[in-house]
């Protein structure tokens, strides 16, 4: 055999190789059409529908938060509203020399740091166990006098609420200056009360406020609450306010810039802008025409989804979106994105052929060295 000869067979061998191993090389998964196959598999259940306008519409679900009437419907309470955890300064004079409370030659008695306890109650000599919570101090002030009076004529008597444990407000969270607030005549609604506590850290565009009031717990987007005055609520003592960023999430597989979990930067986010901040497509590995969302999908939607009727439970659903076209670009502005979905960019079928040739070339190039090294 010539040496020409010899050397096409070395060529040959090496292109031979390459391809055979081509079979085993790794892969970032399905190509577009091993899931369009896959998908009218009968035996599979698995639903392949291709994104338009109507479908993006349709498969449309809006998550809107809002605070329940309870907390919406409630009026602001004065800030000098008693509360059990509040402490109190109480002075009471008399109009006789010597007094019921007073000692000789004095005409006001200071009780001073009155606790309120748990059940709402104080108690003052004389008068026993007052009801102190739900009042103002100038209320308090009557049922004092109404219950001296009949012991000590005609006496006087002053009520100061002291700032204590009652009304007070938790603002924890991405704030600046997390910790324990009373409630005051300028924070008695929400807003006001994350301005006190130094404001918001997380971006607005994910940004959500959480208020937790007694069993009751309501949630609204930061944006809404700066926006919307109704979301604006009147705070109650012992409040929780919790603020936090979003936690939806779908997860960037595939041909992509980036595999993993992916927060989301807005409140909706379209199947084009996931793809964005997933880094895009792979333009090296990457097929365009085979985009898929995959998700379980409602059986309500999903039937609207395929014209049927008949299903029921949740549906595995495998959105393909064709980027190539331009009605594709556009349904993929409309797709909107869901918490837990999964976006998988296919690679296309020249990227494995691209391997195959890395591998052969570097065959022929080792073959040629060692022929080298021979002569």
Same mark, same amino acid.
């Given at each position: 055999?010539?040496? +020409? ?13 390459? #391809? ?9 998964? /399905? ?21 338009? /306008?109507?479908? #993006? ?10 605070? /329940? ?37 004095? +005409? ?10 748990? #059940? ?15 009042? %103002? ?113 779908? %997860? ?35 097929? /365009? ?35 190539? +076209? ?50």
């Amino acid at each position: 055999m010539g040496l +020409k000869a010899k050397a096409a067979a070395r060529l040959a061998g090496a292109l031979l190789i390459g #391809a055979l191993a081509g079979c085993t090389l790794p892969r970032s998964g /399905p190509t577009a059409s091993d899931l369009e196959r896959r998908g009218s598999d009968p035996t599979f259940s698995m639903q392949t529908v291709n994104v338009t /306008p109507t479908i #993006a519409a349709i498969t449309r679900v809006d998550t809107p938060l809002g605070f /329940p009437s309870s907390m919406t419907g409630a009026g602001t309470v004065s800030p000098d509203t008693i509360a059990a955890g509040d402490r109190l300064a109480v002075t009471v004079w008399e109009n006789v020399n010597t007094g019921l409370l007073a000692g000789v030659g004095q +005409k006001n008695t200071p009780l001073a740091d009155l606790q309120v306890d748990q #059940a709402g109650d104080i108690y003052v000599p004389y008068a026993g166990r007052i009801r102190a919570g739900g009042l %103002t101090p100038d209320q308090l002030r009557d049922r004092l006098v109404a219950s001296l009076e009949q012991q000590t004529p005609d006496p006087q008597i002053e009520v100061r609420r002291v700032a204590g444990d009652g009304s007070t407000v938790a603002v924890m969270g991405e704030v600046a200056e997390p910790g324990v607030y009373p409630i005051e005549a300028p924070t008695r609604r929400l807003s006001a009360m994350l301005a006190r506590a130094g404001g918001a850290k997380v971006p607005i565009e994910v940004g959500q406020v959480k208020l937790e009031r007694g069993g009751t717990t309501g949630r609204v987007w930061l944006q809404d609450l700066y926006d919307n005055p109704v979301e604006d609520v009147a705070l109650r003592p012992n409040d929780r306010v919790i603020v936090e960023t979003d936690r939806r999430a779908f %997860t960037a597989l595939g041909a992509s810039g980036r595999q993993s979990r992916v927060n989301f930067t807005q409140r909706d986010m379209s199947a084009i802008e996931a793809i964005a901040a997933a880094g895009g497509l792979d333009g090296r590995a990457a097929d /365009p025409t085979g985009v898929f969302i995959f998700r379980e999908e409602r059986s309500d939607i999903a039937n609207r989804v395929l014209g049927r009727g008949d299903l029921v439970g949740a549906q595995r659903m495998a959105y393909l979106i064709d980027l190539t +076209k331009p009605e594709g670009l556009f349904a993929a502005r409309d797709f909107v994105v869901r918490d837990g979905d999964t976006i998988y960019m296919t690679e296309a079928p020249f990227a494995a052929w691209s391997r195959v040739l890395a591998v052969a070339v570097t065959a022929v190039n080792f073959t040629a060295s060692v022929d080298n090294l021979a002569n």
